[in-house]
């Protein structure tokens, strides 16, 4: 348990600000910059060197909704464990998380706070999106499971607007699929699938059948999309058909909340499918996760986390899922961690050793507290 402490003690160290995998537009040099093409590979660049030269480039630490959220979840799950910590209170999480709330909102939704450039477009800093807003949402399901404060129910309810009123959402039949971002058609399953479940989650407590309906017709959607081995695309336009292990892994997550937080088990044979696949797939005979379902590199921060996170909720801890989370976990804490923080990624050639708060070390602090709460040894 002392490198769960650690690591909290480094996340308020740092006052839960972090550099980020994807801030390289926030460098004044980027304003000099006006081609979206150029944009992004000065982005990429940046996102793919080993060494950190955002101090140099007038780069600061940003405060991220995504590393907040992955908190108060945790500190939610470690309740759960029974683990007692006096190093971070949830309030004072919830409270940071409402400050970074979108400007450009009619709703209490939250984006990154950065400019973006992607396939998706030019997106701008705090425009809000579904998959950050989903995070921030549920963590604060997560506060209302563990505290009964019916204010926080309230609040979230009211928020739930952003995804069917504001972001959106597109019929496909009589199906549906969740916007990524307002006035953007581009289906995505992983966030679909997540805002489905999540919809599911309190439309089931406050009794809203119209939030039931929204969310069976998300989850529906993607459900008809499965490949026939078991896997899902990332997306279903041209450019989005590849498979990789962490979305994927948010797919049969949302799977799994749906069924729990609404007792719905219509989509139980796509989940046990997808799962089947996961396990098979995603992983060397060392149980070293693989990036991609045909490509081991890179072995990424993020994945062994949400790994990790899944196999803790999903699975059980015997046969080959028992040995997958028991090879995570001794992954994590013997290749990629150091004194509270874990180190990005390991490339073919070089380990990056590069700490991101919002895509190495809370998505495992986070994923490790699931483990616990589901009864893992420390």
Known sequence: MPAVYEILEHCKKENFQSYDLFDALDSPIAKFINNPL?????????????????????????????????ILSTLCNLKKAGITQDIINEKEIIEKLLKLKSKNSDYCSWGVPFKFVSRNGT???????????????????????????????????????????????????????????????????????????LLGRIGKIKNDSNLMDLSYKGMSYSCSKQNDDGSWYYGELPDLKWIDNFHTAYILEALFNYKKGTGVTEFDSYFKKGYDYYITNFFTESLI?????????????????????????????????GALISGLIELAFNDFYNKGHFYFRQNKGFKNKLSYLRWSTTPILLAFSYYLSAGGNE
């Open 38 to 70: 150029l944009n992004r590979i000065f982005l990429q660049l940046l996102s793919k060197a080993p060494f950190n030269a955002r101090a140099l480039l007038g780069i600061k630490k940003t405060d991220n909704p995504k590393i907040l959220s992955d």
């Open 289 to 321: 996760p693989k990036y991609y379902n045909n490509s081991l590199y890179p072995i990424d921060a993020q994945t062994i986390g949400e790994s990790l996170q899944l196999l803790s909720m999903a699975g059980g801890k015997e046969d080959r899922t």
């Open 123 to 197: 997106i701008e800093k705090e425009t809000p999106n579904s998959i950050t807003t989903y995070y921030a949402l549920s963590s604060l399901m997560d506060y209302y499971e563990m505290s009964k404060d019916e204010e926080i129910l309230s609040f979230v309810y009211k928020n739930t607007g952003y995804f069917y009123d504001e972001a959106g959402y597109i019929t496909s039949g009589k199906n549906l699929y969740f916007c990524y971002y307002k006035n953007n058609e581009r289906p995505i399953h992983n966030s679909n699938m997540l805002v489905s479940s």
